[in-house]
Nanobody
Framework: VQLQAFGGGLVQAGGSLRLSCTTSGRTFSSNRMGWFRQAPGKEREFVATISWRGTSTTYADSVKGRFTISRDNAKNTVYLQMNSLKPEDTAVYYC??????????????????WGQGTQVTVSS
């Protein structure tokens, strides 16, 4: 599956952004989706994941209560609404798909397909 993430940008602390990730090439609706991020000099870290029906979501503790993951299977798109942004949220954000059943849903190695990433910069 091919993924394309967009919606990043520069925002002040306390502001909001909505990231989108569109997919093509395979059945989107049966695919668990995830968002990860990677800051300079750091490893890629889990942000959020959503089940294929959208009924189950999991968030990293660092974003819980501020970020919301959602999906629209009719549009083959997954979203990440980010509110109350902090400078420490600055990173390249990646969407992920083709989850390997049986793996932990919060590790990057559980996903086989990745988008190109979109930069989010939060200024203080």
């Amino acid at each position: 599956v091919q993924l394309q993430a967009f919606g990043g940008g520069l925002v002040q602390a306390g502001g909001s952004l909505r990231l989108s990730c569109t997919t093509s090439g395979r059945t989107f609706s049966s695919n668990r989706m995830g968002w990860f991020r990677q800051a300079p000099g750091k490893e890629r870290e889990f942000v959020a994941t959503i089940s294929w029906r959208g009924t189950s979501t999991t968030y990293a503790d660092s974003v819980k209560g501020r970020f919301t993951i959602s999906r629209d299977n009719a549009k083959n798109t997954v979203y990440l609404q980010m509110n109350s942004l902090k400078p420490e949220d600055t990173a390249v954000y990646y969407c992920a798909a083709d989850y390997r059943v049986g793996y932990s849903t919060v590790v990057a190695s559980a996903y086989d397909s990745w988008g190109q990433g979109t930069q989010v910069t939060v200024s203080s």
